[in-house]
Every structure is written in structure tokens, then in C-alpha cells.
């Protein structure tokens, strides 16, 4: 039976008030420094959870964030980790993957049921009959997973903080502290954490240690607490590391990235458990579990333990529990007791028991709770009562991190653990998890680590390892086969002994494939107390020796981390142009455009009316659309031509001052990626456009070529730092001759000028350029001076009824225009060959952009892009972007764009299709969504206004 | 007349606006200015981008030149070189709307819409260390430090007070920017100047 215990010296509670809680419907007090496992401990509380897959009945294993037997669940959170964490006053806490709750919970006829659920069952199983399948995976489904999680949760935000470090040490340990302060008073800085409520790891726990470090630890901590170069971080996990030392740290407020310019690891080992027949009953525990229990929190989790020995730390335990206050009865050792040299006397002079080798280890139980341990031990069999079996038979190294920052590990014979070897520049480990198991050991490591650090920062120091431990800390055999098998290896995942051997037999041998095979180590406790009995385990299997085996790969993260915490702060960049406010204030109806948002239209109406009245604004009178999103690039320089020249499929240097070309962007491939708009300002200056989606991009091809030809030439982007407007329609001239000194006629500014001009008193850039097939000037300005000009031309055009015009209706008056749009009407794979943009490839440049590959392409186009009008409307089955064009079973393209045109009183359209089908085709057929067929005609496509005459209008 | 891309982020309920260099900006609290640290709209300094063979000659004026990603501070203005051949030359508070637009040969003049924003005060450590993915401390007091700032592209100086730095970004992501860390501050404690607040403020 589980109690508290009298006062512990230094223990980690205060018993001077209560913390209350429920715990499955049923009230329990705790004191301030319980954990809630602690506290439930406290309280006889020792059925603490169900399993993953067969629902048994668990309790604490570890109770140090290595298992993960005790998940509980609350209103507002899940799978919150017992073991480590602190009870909330007031909260009602109950276990995860019950149904019916812990006691009663339903899932444990799963067990039953176990013969027919082996590991990997559900890779053969429930296939048949076939129609019963989508039943069985609902239910499998139902029944995965731990915790649940609500939208009703209340959502958490946990800010990401950086930090920057001269050496983080990991691992608040003998080790941990020694090699901290180590560091100081060299002038670096240095951080130490550790995941416990307090620094000191095992000197806390183990009272033998407890008792020898008492000074040294009070001394060690006043210095690091006293010194200003150090921090000092616990209840904080480094859960990853990543390259130039980026190591995650999870902390209550977050996340805290710290950037180490070196980093010591002194993460110590993990205890692991011996595999035998109900060794997951509650009351089967790990050594160092009850010794946490009783000397942190005072609570001892049983009345009669046994601990079962694998080494000469068992001992240690077992004295140590003894002279807690603790009742251990006997120490049943996996090996002869005369091979632990003093300890077996000790022990026995302490009261203890010692019985060994023995044999045909099985756990019994009675309600769900260990109740006593049966074995054998000389040919005879025995049987012993009580309600704790502490095993103690082996450490695995905690060196997670250490495999992720590519330490090479180098398996060590003589201690039987994998040691750290060779380690990257600015890396050094201490301790257990580097083989130095005593005391003094762990601390003369910790300080030869500190020192081999300070030699890496170039400063003056002697670095003097103690040795590796020369026996074995850990038993290299501690499991106990049973043909009614239930002896678990993973706790976690409910994997026994015998579903290695399955693994194994079906030809997963590897143990990269065993592990995904029988999920051992893909728990919540990702292989901390399992991953070592397994690879021992395969070992034995494959008859090779552990070494042989190797290990699977260590990857982040250490322990789970929550969602909140790596979400951190929302941030959500974008990009305003300086009209957003204007567009709002109209009624904009808005889309996302990359980190941009556009206006699709104005709302004036239903969604159709909104968009024909932009359309005939623009079409009959005045329209204006911010175009600021388009990429905005000042070329200058001697070369500024030349760069042009190689990155555009035309001759742009060829190009008159004042005036524009249109130009498209191709990559080495030949395919089309983006297009533009050149201006030549002056001799050695060109201002480009780019596509809004292309413009980081283009930016980037331009400045790569430019270095790469090392071209005397600046290429400024200015995409977002110039706003840009475009105003269109009959009556265009009109408006702007109000507000401009710049002559508009034909002569002075032709179609496809450009000219530098004021504007509303506005010094501003205007392109005589057409998207929609009007008379268009393209007007770029500067962003603070924006609004005034919009403002200004509204205010002026209200007269001819001016209207804004969205994206929606833009992309329809450059559809009847025939225009491409760039990564809509093409795509991956789409070159000008295969669009009527051939003629912008001027191969008489002997370098550009994708000419070689140009060259071969336009031999033999694949795929071509027809215009097609049809009379079909059907408001509700519309013709949609991405309908195919079929020719009966055959898909011979997709359609990329299509609208109803009102000037044209029919839907039109551009398709990309096979070329071979396009060469003197004249009707094409379009699937619709329901599998009717649409047939259309096809045209050329300059649907409106095929001689330019209106955008070219000689007003 | 301009208007500051951050105008937006400044409550006209809580702020005086008017006019600096030509700029409408927020220009001072309505209220008493209680926190002495947060943030503080600067676009209204003036800023050209300068190119060309003359460049140098023309900045020995004023400045000893500057090495790449670094600050020459003059007389009311600085100069950052922001590229091999590119600079950047700002007013500063001590002369609003003062500086003559540089004109000489050989040197190409790019009149630029810049943001510039101050952040100052004891917040400004726990709100870089938030949203900066740049050491900044390791950077000698006169650099020019591009970098990421809540996912927008930035540059960042220091400025001789400590915990003082200031913010030059492009106009379209300005607001998102400014709006972002003000609200950051707000929850540390902080509050946002006007413009004639931060040139008057002890905090330089």
C-alpha cells in the first residue's frame, strides 16, 4: 500500500498547506512540490492508467518523464505527463485511453482479445470479407491514441524567445554542475538546465550520494547562483539539437532558443526495466522510481518491496530504500550475489535478503495490483509476497542529443554501453552518458569537460578525464521468456518479448525495420526505457553482439513537445498596399494574393452585377485598379542593357529611351516564368515589371546573373516601395490631361511609352501599357503619396462615373484581350513555342536565359494554347479553369482560363492542348464537373478588338 | 502631401498628427507619456539611395566613409552602405526636412519610401529576442545589420542609448510590422510616441 512517509531531509515539497484535486471523480489532497503521480501515490492511488493497446491496468514505472504509464487528461488539456508535473488546485484530472472510465474502463476486454491482435496484426487482418473493412477501420481508428483534444480548448500562445550563449550545459547533474562551474570566471557566459523541479539530478535521490556530495553540492550551486556570467534553468527540457548548436529548450513560458557557441551534455542514463511475465502490473516499478518517490516527495509506493538486481546499483538502492525507512525484504539478483562483491554482505547486514541467479521471474497480481513474485533459484520454486518489485538492472545513456549533433559512439566491451568517441568541434560530455558512473568520477568529468571546452574558446586549461567505469553497470541479459508471454519490453506500445521474435521471423531483422515492425520505441517515451532491451534482444536473435546491432536514429524530439509551444506568437506577415484603406472604404470584396491582399471586386450589387459594372466602367468610361503588387526593379549601370538582354528572351537593350517592351522571362529549361514590362528610362537605366507572384524570384534571377557576368550594374527592388496604379478606358486621356503637365498625345507619348512626369503634383513614373485592351496608362508612385493621386483621380472621375476594378474583372478584360496570364494559362512545363509568345524569342542574341534548350524546343512543341468561344451558358454548371478537353476516352489538354464576355455575348476561353491535335483543329470538346460535354469553336485569341485600334486609340 | 505608411497604427483618439518633412505622422500622446519605452514612427526622415562613381566624393562632405554594412553618423543625418556600391543616405530627428537632396554628377539619386521606426527601453531585449532571428549583440555599434524581423525584411541599427535600436523597412510591410511589435510591447509594458515625442524624449 502506497503512504506518505514522515519528512524527508531536503525534500521537494512543503507540507504546510494542501493542494486539492480530483482524480477520476475521486478528491485528493497534495502538498505544494508534489507531482501529481506523488501525490496519487500519496493517497493509495495506485491503478494510474490503462495501456495503449491491451488496456492492463498500470502503474508509476519510472516516475521521471520516461514512460509515459501515467497520461492524464483534463477539460482544458491532454496527455499532460503525471510524473513531472505539478496539480493544478482545483483541477479535475483523469486518465487517458479509458472508456468507462479507469476502473471499469472496457478497453481491458481488448485483452482477451490479444491472441488475434499481435504486432502488426492490422497490416493482416480485417480484410475480409471486404465490405466489413471500413467498419473495422473506424473502430481501429477510434481506438488509437491516448488524450483527446476539444476546440473548445482555450488556445495557448507561448511566445519563442532566443537566446545566445557562450556554452549551454545540459543535464543539472553532479556532472552537469562540475562542468558549469568549470567555465566561470573565464568571461563566458554560460547557461546550465535541467528537466527537474531543482539542479542536483541524482544527488537528490540516491541517499548514499546525498550524503557524500552535501557540501560539494551547496557550494557548487552558491557559486552559480552568486555568478552573474551564468544562468541556471530547471524545469526546462532541451528536446533537439540542431545544427551551429541550436538547441530548443521547453520551458512553462515557452520555447527559449538557444544558440550555443558550445555545448557540454551531461544527460546521465535512463534507467531500464527487466522483461518478464506482468512486469507491468502496478507495483512493478524502477529502483530510482521509488527512490524519487521517497526521498523528493516522501511518499513510499509500496509496504513490502523486493528489489530484483542486475547490478551492483541495485544494491545501493535497495541499502539506500533500507535506511529511508522503507521495508525491503529481499534482493532477488539476475546473477550470482558473490559477484557484487561487498554489497550483497552490506545488504544483508542491513536486514536484506539476497537470493541468486534465479530464474523464471514472473510478477503475480490480484485485482490489477502486484501482490507477489514467484521464480526460481536452484531448481526450486519459490514464491514471495509483496506489493513492490523495484527492478535495478540496467542504464541506457541518455545521449540523444549527443547522436544528434553527430557524435560518433564507439560501443565499450568492458562496460557493455555505447560511449561517446569522437566528438564535432564545441561538443563535450560528462558523466554517466559518458561512462563515468561514481560520484567522483562524474564530477572530475564534468570539470575535464569544462576544461576541454575552455581549451576550444582558446583559453588556458588542463584537461584531466577520469576513466571510463570498468565493469558493466548493466545486465546484458534481463529478460525472462514466457509462453503465456505479457512480459513488455515497450511499455508504451504494449510490445512484449515474443512480437521481437515475430518481427525477426518475418524477415524485419534490421533494427531500423524492427522498430517500425513492432513500434517499440514510437510511444510518447520514444525508446527511453525500451530501445536498449530491444537492440539486446535482436542481438540474441540475430546471434550477433549488440555493437553489431547498432542503434535506431536519435531525432527530436526528446520528449513531446505541445503544440502552443511550437506554434509560438502567430505571426501573420503581409503586405498593405498604401490603397487597402481606399479599396475597404469601397466595398472591396477581397482575395489573397502571396503575402498581398487584392481586391476580386467592389461589392455594388450581387457578385455578378458588382463585376459587370467594373467591366463596363472600363470598357465604356473609366476605370482604375491598384496594381502595386507587380515587381518593381531599377536596373542602372553601364550593363544594365546587357543584363536585360541575358535574362529576357528579347532584345531589350535594343530598346528606344522612352519607350517600353513587353518581355518574358525564361529559365534554363526554356520554360516561361514570368513576364513583364522594360522601360528605358535613360542610356544606362531600365525600370522592369514583374508578375506580383514572380517578383522575388526575378529579382534574385537578375542580381544572380548580373554577379555571375560580373556586370557593372545595380539592380534596386522596389516592389514594395512604390505603389502603382492602372487607369483605363475611353475617356482616360481626358482625366489625366487635367492633372499632368506630360503631353498625352500619340506623338509625344506613342503607345508603349514611358515617361517621368508629375501627376496630381506627384513626381511619378507613367507607362502607356494595355492589360484590358483600352487606352491604359500603368502610373508608379510613391508609396507615401498614394492615396492622394487615387484620391485624386476619383474625385476627378466621378464626373465620368469612374469605378474601380477588381482582380476578377481585370482577368476578364485580358481574357478577351488573348493575354497569358503567366502560371495560369502556363505551367511547369509550358514554353513560348507552345503560346502565341513565339515571336518574343529572338534567337539572334547569342546568350540569354534558356536559348539552348529554346532551340530545341521550338522544333517539336508538344502542346499548344487555342482560344475557343462557345454559345453555352449555363449560370449554374459553369465552365470552369481546369475542364477537360476530351476527345472521346483521350484527354487532350485542359482548359486554363474562361469567362463569359458581355461584349462579345459568349463565353470564351484559352486551352492548353496536344499540338498535334491543335494543327488545323476547329472545334474542341470540354468535360464539364457532372461528365457533360460542352462543344466550342476555335478562334484566334484576340477575341475583342484584334486590331489594338481602342488600345491604341490616336485620340 | 505624404502620408506615413504607419499612420494607421496611431488612434487619431489618442494622438496628434501633423505634418514633418513634408509627412503626415503621428506626432504626439494626447496623454502624458507615462513608460518611457515602446515604439515610435520615424518615416518621416527623408531618405535617397545613392549609386555611381561620385558617390564617395560626394559623401566626403559629410562623412568618413563607411565599410560595407555599416553607419557614418554626420551632422543631422547618417549614411549606411547597404551594398558594394549602394548607399543610404537619411536624415535624422535633428534636422527634419533640412537636408538638401544630394545632386551631383556621377551619382544616380533614387528618392525612396522608406519606414523607420525606433523601438526603445527595457522591452526591447525580450521583443528582439522574440521576433529577431539575428544575434544582434554580437554587431559593433555602427553596423548595418539586415535581418528578419517577425518574418519581415529588415535592417536594424543600434543606437548609443542602450536597449535603443531603429527599424528601416519597406512601406508595404510596415504596418504589419509596426502593428505586431507594438502589440508586444503594449503587453510589456510599453506604449507607442509620436514623432515630436521621441525628438524630444530624453531616451537618445
Not at chain 1, 509462453?483 to 525477426?504: C, R, T, W
Not at chain 1, 495560369?824 to 547569342?846: I, R, S
Not at chain 2, 521606426?117 to 539586415?146: D, H, K, V
Request: proline fraction near 5%; glycine fraction near 8%.
Amino acid at each position: 500500500m502506497a503512504h506518505r512517509v514522515p519528512p524527508q531531509p531536503h525534500e521537494w515539497i512543503t507540507r504546510d498547506r494542501k493542494v486539492r484535486f480530483s482524480f477520476e471523480g475521486e478528491p485528493v489532497a497534495a502538498y505544494p512540490g508534489d507531482t501529481i503521480t506523488s501525490a496519487l501515490l500519496a493517497s493509495d492511488h495506485t491503478l494510474l492508467g490503462r495501456s495503449f493497446k491491451y488496456h492492463r491496468p498500470r502503474g508509476i514505472l519510472s516516475a521521471a518523464n520516461h514512460d509515459s504509464n501515467v497520461l492524464l487528461q483534463t477539460a482544458t488539456r491532454t496527455n499532460v505527463r503525471a510524473d513531472v508535473e505539478m496539480p493544478l488546485d482545483g483541477e479535475a484530472y483523469t486518465a487517458v485511453n479509458t472508456h468507462g472510465g479507469l476502473k471499469r474502463d472496457w478497453g481491458q476486454l481488448l485483452e482477451a482479445l490479444s491472441p488475434v491482435l499481435p504486432v502488426g496484426f492490422y497490416y493482416k487482418a480485417f480484410f475480409r470479407p471486404r465490405w466489413l473493412f471500413p467498419l473495422w477501420e473506424r473502430l481501429i481508428r477510434r481506438a488509437s491514441g491516448l488524450g483527446w483534444v476539444s476546440t473548445d480548448f482555450p488556445p495557448t500562445r507561448q511566445a519563442t524567445h532566443r537566446v545566445y550563449v557562450d556554452c549551454l550545459v545540459i543535464g543539472g547533474g553532479a556532472a552537469g554542475l562540475a562542468a558549469a562551474s568549470a567555465l566561470l570566471d573565464h568571461g563566458l557566459t554560460v547557461i546550465v538546465i535541467d528537466e527537474n523541479a531543482r539542479l542536483g539530478g541524482r544527488l537528490h535521490y540516491s541517499r548514499s550520494e546525498a550524503e557524500a556530495s552535501r557540501d560539494w553540492l551547496a557550494t557548487t550551486l552558491s557559486r552559480l547562483e552568486s555568478a552573474a556570467e551564468a544562468e541556471l534553468w530547471t524545469q526546462s527540457v532541451a528536446v533537439g539539437w540542431y545544427s551551429d548548436h541550436e538547441v530548443p529548450v521547453v520551458r512553462a513560458d515557452g520555447i527559449h532558443l538557444v544558440t550555443a557557441r558550445a555545448i557540454i551534455v551531461a544527460t546521465g542514463v535512463i534507467e531500464t526495466p527487466a522483461v518478464f511475465r506482468n512486469n507491468d502490473l502496478p507495483g512493478v516499478m524502477l529502483a530510482s522510481a521509488a527512490q524519487r518517490l521517497v526521498r523528493r516527495y516522501g511518499v513510499a509506493p509500496f509496504e513490502d518491496g523486493i528489489v530484483l538486481a542486475g547490478n551492483a546499483s541495485a544494491y545501493e538502492a535497495a541499502i539506500d530504500l533500507k535506511r529511508d525507512g522503507l521495508r525491503i525484504t529481499t534482493i532477488l539478483d539476475l546473477d550470482l550475489p558473490t559477484t557484487r562483491g561487498d554489497r550483497a554482505v552490506e545488504a544483508e547486514a542491513e536486514g536484506i535478503r539476497v537470493v541468486g541467479p534465479i530464474k523464471h521471474l514472473e510478477a503475480r497480481g490480484s485485482r490489477g495490483q502486484l501482490s507477489s513474485v514467484t521464480y526460481n533459484v536452484n531448481g526450486s520454486a519459490h514464491e514471495l509476497a509483496c506489493d513492490g518489485l523495484l527492478m535495478s538492472v540496467g542504464w541506457a545513456p541518455a545521449g540523444q542529443l549527443l547522436h544528434q549533433a553527430r557524435v560518433r559512439f564507439t560501443y565499450d566491451p568492458q562496460l557493455e554501453q555505447v560511449l561517446p568517441s569522437e566528438f564535432p568541434a564545441g561538443i563535450a560530455a560528462a558523466g554517466r552518458v559518458n561512462g563515468r558512473f561514481g560520484l567522483a568520477a562524474r564530477i572530475a568529468d564534468g570539470e575535464a569537460a569544462g576544461a576541454k571546452i575552455l581549451l576550444y574558446f582558446k583559453q588556458v586549461a588542463t584537461v584531466v578525464a577520469p576513466p571510463v567505469a570498468s565493469i558493466p553497470q548493466s545486465h546484458s541479459r534481463p529478460w525472462f521468456p514466457h509462453p503465456k508471454g505479457k512480459n513488455f519490453v515497450d511499455f508504451d506500445e504494449d510490445i512484449q518479448l515474443h512480437d521481437f521474435s515475430v518481427a525477426y521471423r518475418e524477415g524485419f531483422d534490421n533494427v531500423e525495420l524492427m522498430k517500425r515492425y513492432t513500434t517499440n520505441g514510437m510511444g510518447p517515451s520514444q525508446g527511453k526505457h525500451s530501445n536498449l532491451n530491444a537492440a539486446r534482444i535482436l542481438a540474441e536473435l540475430q546471434g550477433r553482439s549488440l555493437a553489431e546491432v547498432g542503434s535506431t536514429t536519435a531525432r527530436p524530439f526528446y520528449h513531446p513537445v505541445t503544440m502552443g509551444a511550437l506554434a509560438g506568437r502567430r505571426l501573420r506577415p503581409r503586405w498593405d498596399s498604401a490603397l487597402n484603406g481606399e479599396h475597404t472604404r469601397a466595398g472591396a470584396e477581397w482575395m489573397d494574393a502571396g503575402l498581398w491582399c487584392r481586391p476580386k471586386f467592389y461589392r455594388g450589387g450581387s457578385d455578378a452585377e458588382s463585376r459587370l459594372a467594373e467591366y463596363r466602367a472600363v470598357r465604356e468610361r473609366l476605370g482604375i485598379i491598384d496594381v502595386s503588387t507587380l515587381g518593381k526593379f531599377e536596373v542602372i549601370g553601364p550593363d544594365a542593357g546587357q543584363l536585360l538582354a541575358l535574362c529576357y528572351t528579347s532584345a531589350v537593350d535594343k530598346a528606344a529611351i522612352g519607350m517600353t517592351r513587353y518581355v518574358l522571362m525564361c529559365d534554363q529549361r526554356g520554360i516561361i516564368v514570368d513576364d513583364g514590362v522594360a522601360a528605358r528610362i535613360g542610356e544606362q537605366r531600365f525600370y522592369v515589371t514583374a508578375g506580383s507572384s514572380h517578383a522575388q524570384a526575378t529579382y534574385r534571377t537578375l542580381t544572380q546573373v548580373a554577379a555571375l557576368c560580373r556586370l557593372n550594374v545595380e539592380v534596386v527592388d522596389i516592389t514594395r516601395q512604390l505603389a502603382a496604379i492602372n487607369i483605363a478606358g475611353p475617356r482616360v486621356r481626358g482625366l489625366l490631361g487635367a492633372v499632368t503637365s506630360q503631353n498625352l498625345s500619340d506623338t509625344s507619348f506613342p503607345f508603349l511609352g514611358v515617361r517621368d512626369a508629375e501627376l496630381c503634383g506627384v513626381p511619378v513614373r507613367m507607362m502607356r501599357v494595355g492589360f484590358v485592351g483600352e487606352v491604359g496608362y500603368e502610373i508608379h508612385l510613391p508609396y507615401t503619396q498614394a492615396v492622394h493621386v487615387w484620391r485624386s483621380l476619383m474625385a476627378l472621375g466621378a464626373a465620368d462615373a469612374i469605378l474601380p476594378f477588381g482582380v476578377e474583372t481585370q482577368r476578364q478584360l485580358r481574357l478577351e484581350k488573348g493575354h497569358l496570364i503567366v502560371a495560369q494559362d502556363t505551367d511547369g512545363v509550358t514554353h513560348p513555342f507552345e503560346t502565341p509568345l513565339a515571336g518574343l524569342v529572338n534567337f539572334k542574341k547569342p546568350h540569354f536565359l534558356g536559348r539552348a534548350a529554346l532551340e530545341m524546343l521550338r522544333e517539336a512543341p508538344a502542346r499548344s494554347v487555342v482560344g475557343f468561344e462557345t454559345d453555352y451558358s449555363a449560370l449554374d454548371l459553369p465552365i470552369e479553369e481546369c475542364h477537360l478537353v476530351v476527345d472521346g476516352s483521350s484527354i487532350l489538354g485542359r482548359v486554363t482560363s474562361v469567362g463569359y464576355s458581355p461584349s462579345l455575348g459568349r463565353t470564351i476561353g484559352l486551352a492548353v492542348v496536344t499540338h498535334d491535335f491543335a494543327i488545323g483543329a476547329q472545334r474542341i470538346a470540354i468535360r464539364l464537373t457532372n461528365g457533360a460535354l460542352v462543344n466550342a469553336r476555335i478562334v484566334p485569341t484576340a477575341f475583342y478588338d484584334p486590331g489594338n485600334t481602342r488600345q491604341q486609340d490616336a485620340a | 502631401m505624404k502620408v506615413s505608411p504607419l499612420l494607421d497604427a496611431y488612434s487619431p483618439a489618442e494622438f496628434v498628427y501633423g505634418e514633418r518633412a513634408g509627412m503626415q505622422i503621428a506626432l504626439a500622446r494626447s496623454a502624458p507619456i507615462t513608460a518611457h519605452a515602446g515604439l515610435a514612427d520615424l518615416s518621416a526622415l527623408r531618405k535617397w539611395m545613392l549609386f555611381g562613381s561620385g558617390v564617395p566624393t560626394l559623401l566626403s562632405k559629410n562623412f568618413a566613409l563607411p565599410a560595407l554594412f555599416s553607419r557614418a553618423v554626420g551632422a543631422g543625418s547618417w549614411v549606411a552602405r547597404v551594398g558594394a556600391g549602394r548607399y543610404l543616405l537619411s536624415e535624422d530627428t535633428q534636422r527634419v526636412g533640412e537636408i538638401e537632396e544630394p545632386a551631383m554628377r556621377d551619382v544616380t539619386v533614387l528618392t525612396q519610401s522608406w519606414v523607420e521606426f525606433a523601438i526603445f527601453g527595457a522591452m526591447t531585449t525580450e521583443i528582439l529576442s522574440e521576433l529577431c532571428t539575428t544575434n544582434l549583440a554580437q554587431y559593433p555599434m555602427n553596423a548595418w545589420i539586415p535581418t528578419l524581423l517577425a518574418d519581415s525584411e529588415v535592417a536594424i541599427y543600434r543606437c548609443p542609448a542602450t536597449q535603443h535600436h531603429r527599424v528601416v523597412c519597406a512601406p508595404a510591410e510596415g504596418l504589419y510590422l509596426f502593428s505586431t511589435i507594438a502589440g508586444l510591447a503594449k503587453e510589456l509594458g510599453g506604449e507607442l510616441l509620436g514623432f515630436d515625442d521621441y525628438c524630444k524624449t530624453n531616451v537618445l
